[in-house]
T-cell receptor, first 110, second 116 residues
């Protein structure tokens, strides 16, 4: 089946630093999504990407959909303690079915 | 808006019993609901797609007779784990899709199932 390879698996950074994480796939996706999940909660959508090459920002978050539709990155600028959590990329295929990456655990030290 | 709830938030049951988990869209009608399973420190895995009034579509490797899905209305879908065993212990998360051009999925808070 389809797989999304997400890296890094975990990151430990200082407050104020910028963060970058990415996902790659052997398959093409129609839509690429980035989610954040807090412990014991469901994921919350951060950014949705619909077009190849699209670059979209949401506050301190910026994400880009790769030209080949097989990869994406998420950047977080000037990290703050509440950015702590697990970040997932997800690719959408037919029927709005989502395939999730393995997740990036982000820890921000104050 | 676009709030999805799940009930219960956690449940502990004995091996061999059945457990029902509810997923509700509180302030919108959901054309489609999805059920995911997440093991500790792992990703979300799609189990099935549920459309109101029709049979659910299960992902490869998911036993439809073990994970019964009923989508009786546009605001409620239920997942019943039948004859639960310890290996079914997991975090079960539903999502509801608003529909329209963006087809965004809104996720519930999840249900932690522990089978003893």
């Amino acid at each position: 089946g389809q797989q999304l390879n997400q890296s890094p698996q975990s990151m430990f950074i200082q407050e104020g630093e910028d963060v970058s994480m990415n996902c790659t796939s052997s398959s093409i996706f129609n839509t690429w999504l980035w989610y954040k999940q807090d412990p014991g909660e469901g994921p919350v959508l951060l950014i949705a990407l619909y077009k190849a090459g699209e670059l979209t920002s949401n506050g301190r978050l910026t994400a880009q959909f790769g030209i080949t539709r097989k990869d994406s990155f998420l950047n977080i600028s000037a990290s703050i303690p509440s950015d702590v959590g697990i970040y997932f990329c997800a690719g959408e295929t037919s029927g709005s079915r989502l395939t999730f990456g393995e997740g990036t655990q982000l820890t921000v030290n104050p | 808006g676009a709030v999805v709830s799940q009930h219960p938030s956690w449940v502990i049951c004995k091996s061999g019993t059945s457990v029902k988990i509810e997923c509700r869209s509180l302030d919108f009608q959901a054309t489609t609901m999805f059920w995911y399973r997440q093991f500790p420190k792992q990703s979300l895995m799609l189990m099935a797609t549920s459309n109101e009034g029709s049979k659910a579509t299960y992902e490869q490797g998911v036993e439809k007779d073990k994970f019964l899905i009923n989508h009786a209305s546009l605001t409620l879908s239920t997942l019943t784990v039948t004859s639960a065993h310890p290996e079914d212990s997991s975090f079960y998360i539903c999502s509801a899709m608003v529909g329209g051009w963006y087809n965004e999925q809104f996720f519930g808070p999840g249900t932690r199932l522990t089978v003893l």
